[in-house]
């Protein structure tokens, strides 16, 4: 076994669709691709690739640390009660344990992302 892992982006394969749910929901229609292509410790710790289509959602991250990447499009994150982050490709940032806010897709995009669920377990 391996302990490099590539991460293909140019052809990541067959991605996992889904959509935003319901009571998640703000505004549009967003449509996502999942490209999930490394994963430790029993799933606690996963990453790969993710895409969004325009729409805004409720984000609640609950015990789960976010590290992203962006690598093309644009989104608006804004954490309630506090103030909106604009991030475009070449861009990094987390998301901590607690974080609720709202997920605004403005140009469709793709990011990388690193999640640790439960970092303090």
Not at 100 to 106: A, C, D, E, M
Not at 112 to 117: D, N, Q, R, T
Request: one cysteine or more; glycine letters at 10%.
């Amino acid at each position: 076994m391996s302990h490099i892992i590539p991460f293909t982006i140019t052809a990541p394969g067959e991605p996992r669709l889904s959509h935003a749910l319901p009571e998640r929901l703000i505004d549009g229609n967003p449509q996502y691709k999942t490209w999930e292509m490394d994963s430790v410790d029993g799933d606690r710790i996963r990453a790969g690739l993710w895409e969004a289509t325009p729409g805004t959602t409720l984000s609640i991250k609950g015990t789960t640390w976010e590290f992203c990447v962006i690598l093309s499009g644009l989104v608006e994150i804004t954490e309630d009660g506090g103030p909106s982050h604009r991030f475009q490709a070449g861009d990094s940032f987390t998301l901590r344990p607690g974080f609720v806010g709202q997920w605004k897709t403005i140009e469709t995009v793709r990011k990388l992302w690193v999640i640790v669920s439960n970092p303090a377990a």
